[in-house]
């Protein structure tokens, strides 16, 4: 089946997740998305467990539908093969620092030079014009900048500490995807390429405060930023006889549902704070400490069925090994099974994949290092001869 992307060659110039995630999300749409990589590789490649050098669990989860081709931007028929391949590409994707490849004359104008019709996108951690601009960045810089550690503390945490998750660095892959798509659009309308640069910082620092913006949205602010529901210490996966049971009361349907459910009917009514979204969102802390206290006065499975017949959302806690037997995962075919001709039998967790006419395809498996150097220099002009002699790793 056609991918939606057929057609469309993308260079990836990125490494370690968030430029992998953006790039895996084309290259499941068929786009062509050649992996640049330096001798020494993707540290990814490195991450332990690993069956092979070079194929750690990490590069493989986000290696997929991509060829890699090893070139060292120091050597001048590296070079040389590097822009002739940027000559022809839709899109330059790239998280080397802008200032490395400026040394270098690798700047957006040069790129525009190079292919007018080109879309090249820098991935940063601070966008241009603002004091921290040029500084490296990674996901627990983010996470202290963006406030993410002071907001666990306020929610409980004896200290500040990181999401163990490494969502800025997926959120904002995501982000440059949709950024491509949109430049692709205005690409296909006028012929023109653009330059986009994808800061880290900027980009999770919206969502921040998107959620908890409050009384800041005002100028000037007519309260503190912060939205109490999701600010409470109780709001946490409630205890029960037996294990953990994640529940939202949310609406005053939902509301009326509980109350009926632990004898009070007239919740709403008979008690101010529940009244409204508004009034619950006030006393964030007694609305979650009501659902606690009559939590633990049964079993997980006892709830489950109390709340899903009371049409209150609800579902058990998971720990990061009973995620893989999920019985919804599997029935939807989230987890599934590829031979790999090294590494054996892999088990890769796939996106929404749910598309009536393109949807996502798994077309090529995760390269060994440099494994198509020779195949995508001799498809770039070069004699098989030339690219064996520059191609490097595998090839």
């Not at 430029?19 to 332990?48: C, F, M, N, Y």
């Not at 020779?374 to 004699?383: A, F």
Request: aromatic share 8%.
């Amino acid at each position: 089946m056609v991918g939606a992307l057929e057609g469309i060659r993308v260079v990836d110039m990125t490494s370690v997740v968030m430029g992998p995630t953006a790039t895996q999300l084309l290259g499941d749409h068929g786009a062509d998305v050649i992996k640049v990589e330096a001798p020494s590789g993707d540290t990814t490649r490195q991450v332990t467990p690993l069956k092979h050098e070079g194929m750690g669990y990490s590069y493989l989860q986000k290696g997929r539908n991509k060829r890699s081709i090893v070139l060292d931007l120091k050597q001048t028929e590296h070079f040389a093969a590097f822009e002739k391949l940027l000559r022809t590409a839709d899109i330059f994707i790239y998280s080397v620092r802008p200032q490395a490849l400026a040394r270098m004359g690798l700047t957006p104008e040069r790129f525009a030079e190079l292919n007018p019709k080109m879309i090249s996108v820098s991935l940063v951690g601070y966008g241009a014009g603002g004091p921290y601009s040029g500084q490296p960045a990674y996901e627990d810089l983010i996470q202290g900048l963006t406030a993410i550690p002071s907001l666990l503390t306020l929610t409980g945490s004896p200290e500040p500490q990181y999401v163990p998750v490494s969502f800025n660095d997926r959120a904002v892959g995501i982000y440059a995807t949709a950024m491509m798509m949109i430049a692709l659009n205005h690409r296909n309308n006028t012929g023109e390429g653009q330059h986009i640069e994808v800061p880290m910082f900027e980009t999770m620092a919206q969502f921040v405060v998107g959620d908890h913006m409050g009384g800041m949205a005002w100028v000037p602010p007519i309260a503190p930023p912060g939205y109490k529901r999701t600010l409470t210490a109780e709001r946490k996966p409630y205890k029960t006889k037996d294990g953990h049971i994640c529940v939202i009361v949310y609406t005053d349907s939902h509301w009326r549902a509980f109350g009926r459910l632990i004898g009070r009917p007239d919740l709403l009514k008979e008690d101010d704070r529940f009244a409204t979204l508004g009034s619950r969102t006030q006393h964030a802390e007694a609305v979650y400490a009501l659902v606690r206290e009559h939590m633990e006065n049964g079993t997980t499975d006892e709830w489950l069925q109390r709340l899903t017949e009371a049409d209150i959302p609800a579902t058990r806690l998971h720990t990061l090994e009973s995620i893989f037997e999920d019985p919804h995962l599997r029935a939807t075919g989230f987890f599934e099974e590829y031979e790999h001709p090294t590494e054996g039998t892999l088990l890769m967790a796939r996106g929404p994949k749910n598309w009536s006419k393109t949807p996502p395809q798994v077309r090529r498996r995760q390269p060994r290092l440099g494994e198509n150097g020779v195949e995508v220099l001799t498809e770039i002009g070069y004699s098989e001869e030339e690219a064996r002699k520059i191609a490097g790793g595998d090839a």
